[in-house]
């Protein structure tokens, strides 16, 4: 009895032994990659420091060139161009040390939203080619099968992963070399959609071990090539991140020295189409095609194709002339003129005045480009051209721009007139920030509009004036959120409380920097309406008045 005895004892010490150095073992693995952790942050916090002052440097720099130079209109512009890239990047560089934040902390939610293929690739498109003309890296868009342009959910958070794929393919190309950005679609379902998208360059790829550790945060690849390439080393960690919470999933594969190619899957729901065009409206109608870069526009005549139309096609302008001279003699009309903003034998912004002169000033001239719009739009508008449709092009972008030039369109149009922006001459709006600089702006911004305006600079003051206004006197309230006395949720709440016939009918949007989901979601829950970020968008707040901004 004594020896069994003794033998438990012994192996429980045993056990006891090997649970104390289990133990040890695993408080010592987790000591050191809370130091591998430690270290990583603290690199990053080192590195940061230097590319969140380069902007800053840059900001505060040409600030004071444009002072000194105030009268020198040519320099200060130059200036003011500078600043907003500046800027631009600094913001870049603080979104996404916010995002990678509440991703940590589990706060980061998804939008759902509509919105429109087409106009998203635009967008990609005009942020990522001039990026690599800069660098002389030629850039390709290849489109698979699309069998739907109309989405249901968070376009800010898909353009984030498609650009922080795209830019870092851009980024670590050498001048000459070629990126290929391919996308293409899989029915999942009746109103599901997997988004494909691959991402290919022939740059400097990436070493096998810095692969293993490629979207964990605050990691950067060294190479002597591209040693002083800034970032935070958060983007691919928070593009794998978002592609999880979008239900999909990311690859790659890369070799050193041969370049790197990302393969992304996406999960999408699909959005009702829109019923805004009447397609017999354009069934049997004739237009003329000015193909110039025939590569860009050779799915043309099939789409026009499919929505009843006929087309004839030029392959330069001396073509289209003769093609519309034939026409004319044969008594028939071009409804529109569909071209490139390339042409083989000469510049567009020539020849579209003599084909104007020729067809009238209410021929429509749609022009197709991948080019950023508001950069040519002045000087091609002049030329003649009457509307712009962004390549790649999609059915659905060139059924609704062509219908607006047809009469049942153009009835649509007038019958909408009625709904653009007017002067809010009886409106009066209380502007609640407590950053005078940020107030100055806001009041400028609303001032065009004609409102009459009154401005608080904290919650409380806010709660003062409505208090001691008449009632109905406000129509909208532009609600700073993060303010000193009294924030602005606490002062919606106080709003609503009061005893007052307009306490919960006072339009009330929330105007600050919070731009996130849960921080819309914060603002609905305190009785605001609607809620708009900054910094400011001149559309954006206009849009709001309005929206909410009550008399005309």
């Known amino acids: 009895m004594k020896s069994d005895t003794k033998s438990d004892m012994i192996n429980i010490r045993q056990q006891t032994d090997r649970s104390n150095e289990e133990y040890r073992r695993s408080m010592e693995e987790a000591l050191r990659a809370a130091q591998v952790a430690n270290d990583a942050k603290t690199k990053f916090l080192s590195e940061m420091s230097h590319d969140i002052r380069t902007p800053m440097n840059a900001i505060v720099g040409m600030t004071d060139i444009a002072l000194n130079y105030i009268d020198d209109r040519a320099r200060v512009e130059d200036c003011l161009k500078k600043i907003r890239t500046a800027s631009g990047h600094l913001m870049s560089l603080l979104n996404e040390v916010l995002d990678m934040s509440r991703i940590e902390s589990g706060r980061l939610t998804l939008d759902r939203e509509e919105f429109q293929l087409a106009d998203f690739i635009h967008g990609i498109l005009i942020v990522i080619q001039p990026q690599a003309e800069k660098k002389d890296i030629r850039f390709h868009l290849e489109l698979g099968e699309i ?87 958060l983007g691919m960690s928070i593009t794998k991140k978002l592609v999880d919470m979008m239900q999909g999933d990311i690859t790659v594969d890369s070799r050193q020295g041969e370049g790197t190619t990302f393969r992304i899957r996406l999960m999408l729901d699909r959005a009702e189409k829109k019923n805004g065009i009447k397609r017999e409206a354009l069934a049997g109608k004739r237009v003329l095609i000015l193909q110039g870069a025939k590569e860009k526009l050779t799915k043309l005549p099939e789409m026009l194709q499919k929505l009843g139309m006929k087309a004839d096609v030029a392959s330069c302008g001396m073509e289209a002339i003769d093609l519309i001279n034939e026409a004319d003699i044969a008594g028939m009309d071009y409804f529109a003129l569909l071209t490139s903003d390339r042409l083989e034998d000469l510049e567009i912004s020539l020849l579209l005045p003599e084909i104007c002169a020729r067809k009238g000033k209410d021929f429509p001239v749609l022009l197709l480009s991948e080019s950023d719009w508001s950069e040519v739009e002045y000087l091609l508008k002049q030329a003649g051209v009457t509307a712009f449709v962004p390549l790649p092009l999609f059915e659905s972008r060139l059924a609704e721009t062509l219908y607006s030039y047809t009469e049942e369109g153009k009835k649509e149009q007038e019958q909408a007139a009625g709904v653009q922006r007017k002067l809010h001459v009886n409106s009066h709006i209380l502007l609640v920030e407590d950053n005078e600089l940020n107030r100055e702006i806001a009041v400028e911004i609303l001032k065009t509009t004609g409102a009459r305006i009154d401005t608080a600079s904290d919650g409380r003051e806010a709660v003062e004036k409505v208090t001691a206004s008449q009632e109905f006197y406000y129509n909208l309230i532009l609600m700073d959120i993060q303010m000193p006395v009294m924030d602005g949720l606490e002062a919606t709440r106080r709003i609503r409380a009061l005893k007052r016939a307009d306490a919960s009918s006072v339009n009330i949007v929330a105007m600050t920097a919070n731009a996130f989901a849960e921080d819309r979601k914060k603002s609905i829950e305190a009785g605001m309406n609607a809620h708009i970020t900054k910094p400011l968008d001149v559309e954006q707040v206009l849009d709001c008045l309005d929206k909410w901004g009550g008399r005309e």
């Open 147 to 233: 069998f739907s342009e109309n989405f249901i959910g968070d376009p800010i958070r898909l353009q984030q992963i498609f650009l922080n794929v795209l830019s870092n393919a851009v980024k670590y190309t050498e001048s000459g070399g070629e990126v290929w950005m391919r996308l293409g679609q899989r029915k999942d379902g009746k109103n599901k959609i997997c988004l494909m998208l691959e991402v290919q360059d022939t740059g400097i790829g990436m070493s096998p071990e810095f692969l293993e550790h490629l979207f964990d945060p605050f990691e950067r690849e060294r190479n002597t090539t591209f040693s002083r390439i800034e970032g935070t080393g």
